[in-house]
């Protein structure tokens, strides 16, 4: 028992992100810029609601009066019908809540004794109490789209899309790919045969064929999307998997569990898989990017995410037209959060696996 200890404690060490491997990835600043970068977007996705400047479900609120405003535009609203609503608060921040009030995008007022009177967009001049409303007056940092909604709240709560996608589809690829990899390479045989079809089969389909396959046969939705991509990116997974159970399953620790009667999933699960943590790292670092971006293009082709919920890739959809207009940051803007989410992710692969690389 000492000596199976003894191998396997040694070689966890080299193989798993120990305390060499951590400072080798420390000293890559692109590495580095990479976490940062990923660490904020994960944090706008948790906080949502709570710091966008549009803070209604989906952030679904329009002034088409207001569309397709230019980035710090300010405009002037005459706040009604005040309530006193409470949200709870982890609610709030995971779906927003409405307005507590009717705002009104106005043109210009003046006050008039304990009156304030407004001019609307369209319509007659507004009289109301000075009591029971008030102007306010609202800068929209990335200004407005096409049906008035705040494209910076938009975006923000599209972060937390795209990250939940490729976090819940890596979850499925990762029990899949691991799974069948793990068992493929241990039993060998006919098992290994059978698995290793499946892969060749899922792998001969062209990705994002597969992927609308999956969805239409499922639906469009949010929850849909999760199980679309997460069945198509197994097989990148089971593969690296695989090649490497195959290497270490002969060792002598392995062996060792063998000849004390250890069961098939205790051995691979305890034994073998944390040998192949780095491995498995990586790739899963990769292919979180590439769900990102399957999201996205699904989204855009409309098969995606559905309206109202904001997607980065849905945004570029709506606004594609702008690119040949004036306000072409609309499409614009979305399509560079998907490209800064996709680098840091494939940097952060990149720096895993120089980290990891026991031959440097």
Same mark, same amino acid.
């Given at each position: 028992?000492?000596?199976f200890?003894?191998?396997?404690?040694a070689d966890?060490s080299?193989?798993?992100l120990?305390r060499?491997?951590?400072r080798?990835?420390c000293?890559?600043?692109?590495s580095?810029a990479?976490?940062?970068?990923?660490?904020?977007?994960?944090l706008v996705?948790?906080?949502?609601?709570l710091?966008?400047?549009?803070?209604?479900?989906?952030?679904?609120q329009?002034?088409?009066?207001?569309?397709?405003?230019?980035?710090?535009s300010?405009a002037?609203?005459?706040?009604t019908n005040?309530?006193?609503s409470?949200?709870?608060?982890? @609610?709030?921040?995971? @779906?927003g809540?409405?307005?507590p009030?009717t705002?009104?995008?106005?043109?210009?007022?003046?006050?008039?004794r304990?009156?304030i009177?407004?001019?609307?967009?369209?319509g007659?001049?507004?009289?109301?109490?000075?009591?029971?409303?008030e102007v306010?007056?609202r800068t929209?940092l990335?200004?407005?789209?096409?049906?008035?909604?705040?494209?910076?709240?938009?975006?923000?709560?599209?972060?937390r899309?795209s990250?939940?996608?490729g976090f819940?589809?890596?979850l499925?690829?990762?029990?899949?790919?691991i799974?069948?990899?793990?068992l493929?390479?241990?039993?060998?045989g006919?098992?290994?045969n059978?698995?290793?079809?499946?892969?060749n089969?899922?792998w001969?389909?062209?990705?994002?064929?597969?992927?609308?396959?999956?969805?239409?046969?499922l639906?469009?939705?949010?929850?849909?999307?999760?199980?679309?991509?997460?069945?198509?990116?197994?097989?990148?997974?089971?593969?690296?998997?695989?090649?490497e159970?195959?290497?270490?399953?002969?060792?002598?620790?392995?062996e060792?569990t063998?000849?004390?009667g250890?069961g098939?999933f205790?051995?691979?699960?305890?034994?073998?898989l944390?040998?192949?943590?780095?491995?498995v790292?990586?790739?899963?670092?990769?292919?979180?990017?590439?769900?990102i971006?399957l999201?996205?293009?699904l989204?855009?082709?409309?098969?995606?995410?559905?309206?109202p919920m904001?997607?980065?890739?849905?945004?570029v959809k709506?606004?594609?037209?702008y690119?040949?207009?004036?306000?072409?940051?609309?499409?614009?803007?979305?399509g560079?959060a998907i490209?800064?989410?996709?680098?840091?992710f494939?940097?952060?692969?990149?720096?895993l696996?120089?980290?990891?690389?026991?031959?440097?």
């Open positions: 028992m000492r000596l200890k003894k191998h396997s404690s966890l080299g193989r798993s120990d060499m491997a951590w080798r990835f000293r890559n600043p692109l580095i990479s976490l940062v970068v990923i660490g904020l977007f994960l996705a948790i906080l949502g609601y710091i966008t400047p549009d803070h209604t479900p989906y952030c679904n329009q002034y088409l009066e207001l569309a397709t405003l230019k980035p710090f300010k002037t609203f005459l706040i005040p309530t006193d409470h949200t709870p608060f982890f @609610q709030r921040m995971a @779906q809540e409405p307005l009030y705002a009104t995008p106005i043109i210009k007022y003046r006050y008039a304990d009156s009177v407004a001019t609307p967009y369209n007659d001049p507004i009289v109301v109490s000075r009591h029971e409303a306010q007056t929209f990335l200004g407005t789209d096409g049906y008035g909604r705040d494209v910076l709240s938009m975006l923000m709560i599209g972060s899309v990250l939940s996608v819940i589809a890596i499925i690829a990762l029990f899949l790919g799974t069948l990899g793990a493929a390479a241990y039993h060998g006919w098992v290994d059978l698995i290793l079809w499946l892969i089969v899922v001969s389909i062209p990705t994002v064929l597969l992927v609308i396959a999956i969805t239409f046969v639906g469009k939705g949010f929850w849909q999307i999760f199980i679309a991509v997460g069945l198509t990116m197994w097989v990148d997974i089971a593969r690296v998997v695989r090649g159970v195959l290497s270490i399953k002969e060792k002598e620790y392995v060792a063998r000849a004390l250890y098939t205790r051995t691979i699960f305890r034994h073998i944390p040998n192949i943590v780095g491995a790292v990586v790739i899963a670092a990769s292919n979180f990017a590439s769900a971006l999201e996205a293009g989204s855009f082709l409309g098969i995606g995410v559905q309206p904001p997607s980065w890739g849905m945004m709506e606004n594609y037209g690119i040949l207009l004036d306000s072409a940051y609309l499409a614009l803007l979305p560079l490209m800064l989410v996709v680098l840091a494939m940097l952060l692969a990149s720096g696996r120089d980290a990891l690389d026991i031959k440097r």
